[in-house]
Every structure is written in structure tokens, then in C-alpha cells.
């Protein structure tokens, strides 16, 4: 799949978040990458501080960062119907380390 239907998809993961959701978002893109480059397997990576752990003395950063595996994510899904599955999945598994969420809940939540 090209970069911009995949973008495409990823649009459109972003679109079906309930906007109370997006709302609360803070200071966060969500970008698009072929690869990690240390882990190629990586399907998608949160990097920034967590809204929960935002204290008065925050202002002044740069934007956490979402990024969406291309490659990676189209590894590990037949065809485009499941491929968009896999990248709502991983948008939200992302956007939830964004609020504070980690691996361990998110695993027993079912989201990882």
C-alpha cells in the first residue's frame, strides 16, 4: 500500500475517535514512517511526556510524537480491511500512552 492511502487510513482512524477524546489531546502529531529503525517489527511508538505526567513547569517542548509503522503494520495483515483494523488499533493503543495508559493495563484491556 502507498504512503498516501495509508495515510488515508490512518485519517481516518484519527476521524472515528470520539471528539472528547481529541479534545483532551495535547500537543501531540501523529506522523507516518516505512520503519523503526531498530525494531522493524514495531508497529506503531508513543514518544513524549503523558498528560499524567505533565506537572506546572511543563511549556515549551516540542510535540509527543505517534508514529504509525507502514511496512510493519502491512506485515502483519492480508488486505486493506484488515490492515485498517490493525491501524485503529494501534492508533488508539498509541493515543492511550498519550493519556498516561501503560503496556500492562493496555494488555489487559485487550488493546495490545
Partial sequence: MG????????ADALDELPEPLMR???NVVVLVDDRHPDDPELL????GVALTERYS?????LPD???LYRLALADVCADEDELREEVAVTVVHEIAHHFGIDEQTLHRLGWG
Avoid: H
Fill in 44 to 47: 506503531g511508538l508513543y514518544e
Fill in 3 to 10: 504512503v498516501e492511502r495509508f495515510e488515508e487510513l490512518v
Fill in 24 to 26: 483532551a489531546m495535547d
Fill in 57 to 61: 513547569d511543563y511549556g515549551g517542548v
Fill in 65 to 67: 510524537r505517534i508514529t
